[in-house]
């Protein structure tokens, strides 16, 4: 069984040999003795809708040619007794009389288009593996297929008795386990946090203030993680510690809205749970002076280029393209929030100390030009060049006041 990597739906691949009989096959695999083919469960019929613009002729927009099979789909009946496939209409193959069969739809190879309601994602001939379209059960790795059994585990087990002994033949594998659902579970933890502190706002927050309100939706819930270093401080915590954790929480959350979008790992955003804007998107959108030059952009009316230019800030934030402190001088997190907690608080496994990724429209060798999105009328220019050099970042950085920079970084959320 495989799954479409855009929204998780499954098909069943599989070989289909001339007698009608079906083998399972091996993704990516050529074939062995028969066609490779794609089995839909159920019927399915391609929403007109959902048809790629270019697999149409310009003239009557009817479907190419080539293109044909993936939109006419055949439909089939599957007899699991007999392991035979019956196409609607074959006469060739007289059906045999088992009951219990279950209807298919065959989704031809190779894999160009899914018919999932609501998918419709399409690729062209230079999409060449059917594994960046599909993804199939083995190929998950160990720590996410320990994430899936644990929590279904726990969610079937009564509420008293919510617990999983796991053994393992490997020492090193059970470190890696074991730290691995330690962290997973801060995140999740973070992640409540995160919606509780959202959930009770009436009006979109701000993204720098998360870090505040993920601490004190803690505080309120009793659930704060035991972050000071020190557990004998007598006189109470110092107010040094708790300003270093909001500013790992406010960390987290920016790092969240940067995630790489990982089908096996969610984050709030991706279950419909938050939702991302960007501040003064229409006011620039409406301004014809940034886009005078830009042709195509002006073709597009406020609207249009309000929504590509939210796509386009959506692109540079998954990959982290935030201006941020911490995430473009990592040593400064270390020396200034990390040294000062207790490290069974952390979970952020995304890797400060790499490079920082920045958007340029001038293709930049090491030395920084354009850096900002905001500010200067001159330079609302957005075309994505290359990562900037972390060296490069830090002299932006320096150079470049938060408060220019801020009104696009900075993100609503609601
Ligand atoms: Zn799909
Ligand atoms: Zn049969």
């Known amino acids: 069984m495989v799954f479409c990597r855009a929204c998780g739906q499954e098909y069943y691949c599989v ?30 019929k391609v929403d007109n809708e959902s048809i790629p613009d270019n697999w149409l002729t310009d003239v009557k927009g009817e479907i190419k040619a080539s293109f044909k099979e993936y939109v006419d789909l055949q439909h089939a009946l599957y007899c699991p007794d007999c392991n035979k496939l019956y196409i609607e209409g074959d006469k060739a193959h007289p059906q045999c009389i088992c009951a219990g069969k279950v209807s298919v739809t065959i989704i031809p190879y190779p894999f160009k288009f899914c018919p999932s309601e609501g998918c419709g994602v399409f690729y062209d001939k230079r ?33 008293e008795e919510q617990k999983v002994i796991a053994f393992s033949d490997n020492r090193q594998d059970t470190a890696l386990q074991a730290a691995h659902m330690n962290n997973i579970q801060k995140r999740i933890h973070f992640r409540r946090g995160m919606y509780y502190a959202l959930k009770k706002q009436l009006e979109p927050v701000d993204l720098m203030d998360m870090g505040e309100l993920i601490f004190d939706a803690y505080k309120k819930n009793g659930s704060m993680p035991a972050y000071a270093k020190t557990k004998t401080f007598s006189m109470g915590r110092s107010g040094k510690e708790d300003a270093s954790f909001r500013s790992y929480l406010q960390l987290n959350a920016i790092l969240e809205l940067g995630s790489p979008r990982q089908k096996t790992q969610p984050n709030l955003e991706d279950v419909g749970l938050l939702q991302v804007s960007y501040r003064l998107m229409d006011e620039i959108a409406e301004n014809h002076k940034f886009w005078e030059s830009y042709p195509d952009l002006m073709k597009l009316d406020n609207e249009g280029r309000e929504d590509f230019l939210t796509g386009f800030l959506d692109i540079m934030r998954y990959n982290t393209a935030i201006t941020y402190e911490y995430l473009i001088q ?58 900037w050099s972390a060296k490069g970042m830090q002299e932006v950085w320096e150079s470049t006041p938060l408060q220019e920079t801020e009104p696009l970084h900075r993100s609503k959320l609601s």
Request: hydrophobic letters at 35%; aromatic letters at 10%.
């Open 15 to 44: 070989e289909l040999l001339p007698d009608g009989s079906v083998i399972p096959h091996e993704l990516g695999e050529g074939s062995q003795e028969g066609n490779v083919a794609y089995l839909y469960p159920g019927k399915i």
């Open 330 to 387: 990592p040593e400064r997190f270390r020396e200034n929030v990390a040294s000062k907690l207790n490290e069974v608080v952390f979970f952020h496994n995304e890797l400060l100390s790499n490079k920082p990724t920045g958007y340029s429209d001038i293709p930049v060798d090491l030395k920084p030009i354009l850096f900002v999105l905001g500010g200067d009328p001159g330079s609302y220019s957005v075309v994505p060049s290359r990562e």
């Open 127 to 159: 999409t060449r593996k059917e594994f960046n379209k599909l993804f199939s059960f083995g190929t998950v790795g160990r720590s996410t297929a320990t994430d899936v059994l644990v929590s279904n585990m726990l969610n079937t087990l009564p509420k």
